[in-house]
Antibody, heavy 119, light 106 residues
Framework: EVFLVESGGGLVQPGGSLRLSCASS?????????MSWVRQAPGKGLECVSV???????YYADSVKGRFTISRDKSNNTLYLQMDSLRVEDTAVYYC????????????WGQGTLVIVSS | DIQMTQSPSSLSTSVGDRVTITCRASQTIASLNWYQQKPGKAPKILIF???RLQSGVPSRFTGSGFGTDFTLTITNLQPEDFAAYYC?????????FGQGTKVEIK
């Protein structure tokens, strides 16, 4: 069985930083090896904020470009999201998710970790 | 980023009804995914590659479309289908979602 477990959420002041982690077990790396962070603000929809491909290529939503950094440690199957210069509008539940092989879709999700940006 | 416009944002309906949700992409895309989300839970894939049903998903869910216009149809709505639904383009990362459709009991 596949498990994705996020951690690192919490309360942070505007302008602050936070690093999220996503530990995976029982997961098979798909041929394209994509992993992603998806967030959901309270009462709002889903936003794919960042993607990393097996070879290290990264993609970011315009809303977080230049402030968030996605990375992965293959040795311990952990995905990270470094979030800097946080804004009130970054408040959300952050999910990590695995992107399946072609045809692509998110097939496994973590339970989410809540980030609150507030003074 | 590719923009996804989903409609309606919400609808009230009854058990046994047929529901249609539409999704329009800001440019031509190869295919589309549909997810279901219930309160407090992570989303769950329903349909991928526009029309392929995820294993275990009932056949009352169907997806169709091509180019920029896509549709999710739910026939014979069941109590467990009252949830939020999201489309997602799978063409170019980051894979953007529609704003969501909340299906509520009338």
């Amino acid at each position: 069985e596949v498990f994705l477990v996020e951690s690192g959420g919490g309360l942070v002041q505007p302008g602050g930083s936070l690093r999220l982690s996503c530990a995976s077990s029982g997961i098979t790396v798909t041929p394209n090896g994509y992993m992603s962070w998806v967030r959901q603000a309270p009462g709002k929809g889903l936003e794919c904020v960042s993607v990393i491909q097996r070879g290290g290529t990264t993609y970011y939503a315009d809303s977080v470009k230049g402030r968030f950094t996605i990375s992965r440690d293959k040795s311990n199957n952990t995905l990270y999201l470094q979030m800097d210069s946080l804004r009130v509008e970054d408040t959300a539940v952050y999910y990590c998710a695995r992107w399946s092989g072609a045809p692509g879709h998110f097939d496994y999700w973590g339970q989410g970790t809540l980030v609150i940006v507030s003074s | 980023d590719i923009q996804m416009t989903q409609s309606p944002s919400s609808l009230s309906t009854s058990v046994g009804d047929r529901v249609t949700i539409t999704c329009r992409a800001s440019q031509t895309i190869a295919s589309l995914n549909w997810y279901q989300q219930k309160p407090g839970k992570a989303p769950k894939i329903l349909i991928f590659a526009t029309s392929r049903l995820q294993s275990g998903v009932p056949s009352r869910f169907t997806g169709s479309g091509f180019g920029t216009d896509f549709t999710l149809t739910i026939t014979n709505l069941q109590p467990e289908d009252f949830a939020a639904y999201y489309c997602q383009q799978s063409y170019i990362p980051p894979w953007t979602f529609g704003q969501g459709t909340k299906v509520e009991i009338k």
